[in-house]
């Protein structure tokens, strides 16, 4: 059985909706009552189900007592591991600061014969996680690590990717050398993705290097999502030019690039005016098999919609319809932002029109341009129209869309009162 599987039959079980109260006693005779009126099942999947019912409800410490009266009641069921790891679950969960709770549950654990690998090194790290107790899920798997067994790369990457959310690189860098040279885990090509999706998301261009140069120093080969990484992130920082490298560096190591190659250089270039080059790489995604969707043209839409091209922009969007690709919410707001921009507000309400008839959702920013350039142009009414559609619709919160609104039209009436030129303000 691969660790995989392990790990999924390791799952705490769905609970039925047995117990509705933490009182204990309650409990116990609601089993005892089981127990008394049928044949109970010896097994330990039935047993389990009603373990997670009830700690669903009670305290960590009654759900070790309701264990103990279920092994002493049914002396035929015998708990397994994955029975501890309901209770592991549990102790996870608790508002605790500390790990007393978490130690209580793997002591009893052992005491029991069950001694704990990495499916339950990997639960725990997993709810501690999804907890936001990211300080003892370090704490915890470093003891684990020292006591029992270390983590699977996947448990190990699973943690430094919550991890770059809540700490600084040097302390990141320091608990994976600390991984590494205590416990014997070492970062995989995953792991250095992880990170340097980090530091492009903060458009570290340095650390970027700097992760590429430790990369190549530890033998690592690139796979595609590796260089989509990277090259997503040169785009980012506006950086077109190491993209497109990257790009040529990932095609000369014999690296075939995916649709999600093409549609971040393309996003790339569009983002930094560079839309006709952009537009060259459709033929090329055609010759390799990959079709642009709606990512594609709504990022071609809103680099031609940056440089004012906007009616190429609504041609690429016929164009798009014609081949059977059918725009989204995204690529509906960047045309509506962009002709808000051009003032072509017979053609924005059109589009509106459709994005509702779609039941497609206004972006903040969309609504905001829109309701602004429709009160300044004077077309009061069909901003109100915009404003229940949004609420309505619930892209927007009713105060969100109000306070929009309700600011614009006051500077409507003191530019009215002042008497400028509403339409020269756009």
């Given at each position: ?10 799952q ?5 909706s047995?117990f ?11 089993f005892?009552s ?11 999947r ?25 092994t ?13 790891h ?22 009893l ?19 501690l996680?999804s ?10 798997i ?22 770059c ?27 250095f993705?992880?990170?340097?999706d ?33 090259m ?26 995916d ?6 250089l393309?996003?790339g ?31 071609l ?5 940056r440089?004012?091209?906007?009616l ?19 690529t ?7 002709l808000?921009?051009?003032r ?25 341009t ?22 309505e619709?619930?892209?927007l919160?009713?105060?969100?869309a ?19 030129k ?5």
């Amino acid at each position: 059985m691969d660790f995989e599987t392990h790990r999924q039959e390791s799952q705490p079980p769905k609970p039925v909706s047995l117990f509705k109260s933490p009182c204990l006693q309650e409990a116990k005779s609601i089993f005892n009552s089981i127990v008394k009126s049928s044949n109970v099942p010896n097994d330990f999947r039935f047993h389990n189900s009603l373990l997670q019912s009830y700690a669903s409800v009670s305290t960590i410490n009654d759900s070790i007592a309701f264990l103990r009266h279920m092994t002493k009641t049914h002396p035929s069921f015998t708990p397994d591991k994955s029975t501890y790891h309901i209770l592991l679950t549990q102790s996870c969960k608790s508002t605790d600061t500390t790990l007393s709770q978490i130690h209580q549950t793997l002591n009893l654990m052992v005491s029991d014969g069950v001694s704990p690998d990495k499916v339950t090194v990997d639960l725990a790290v997993r709810s501690l996680c999804s907890a936001g107790r990211m300080d003892e899920a370090v704490e915890l798997i470093k003891e684990l690590s020292s006591k029992h067994c270390s983590p699977d790369i996947y448990t190990f990457n699973f943690l430094v990717k919550h991890l770059c959310k809540c700490l600084t690189l040097s302390t990141l860098y320091s608990f994976i050398i600390e991984m590494r040279s205590k416990f014997g885990v070492k970062p995989d090509l995953v792991t250095f993705t992880i990170l340097i999706d980090n530091v492009c998301n903060a458009k570290n261009l340095r650390e970027t290097l700097s992760l590429m140069s430790v990369l190549d120093e530890e033998g690592f080969k690139l796979d595609c999502y590796a260089y989509n990484t990277i090259m997503k992130g040169y785009c980012k920082m506006g950086r077109g030019n190491e993209a497109i490298e990257v790009y040529n560096k990932m095609k000369e190591a014999g690296v075939e690039p995916d649709l999600i190659t093409y549609n971040t250089l393309i996003y790339g270039l569009s983002k930094s005016g560079r839309v006709m080059e952009a537009k060259k790489l459709l033929r090329v995604m055609a010759e390799k098999g990959h079709f642009p969707d709606e990512v594609t043209y709504t990022s071609l839409m809103n680099g031609l919609c940056r440089k004012g091209e906007i009616l190429s922009a609504i041609a690429l969007l016929e164009e798009m319809e014609a081949i059977g690709c059918s725009p989204n919410s995204c690529t509906y707001n960047t045309l509506l932002h962009g002709l808000c921009k051009s003032r072509l507000f017979d053609k924005a309400m059109e589009l509106y029109g459709e994005m509702k008839s779609g039941c497609l959702k206004l972006e903040m920013a969309s609504y905001a341009t829109f309701v602004r350039a429709l009160c300044r142009a004077g077309r009061i009414a069909d901003a109100y129209e915009v404003f229940d559609y949004a609420v309505e619709s619930k892209s927007l919160t009713d105060v969100a869309a109000y306070s929009t609104l309700e600011s614009t039209l006051k500077w409507f009436k003191k530019a009215k009162e002042q008497g400028l030129k509403i339409g020269e303000h756009i």
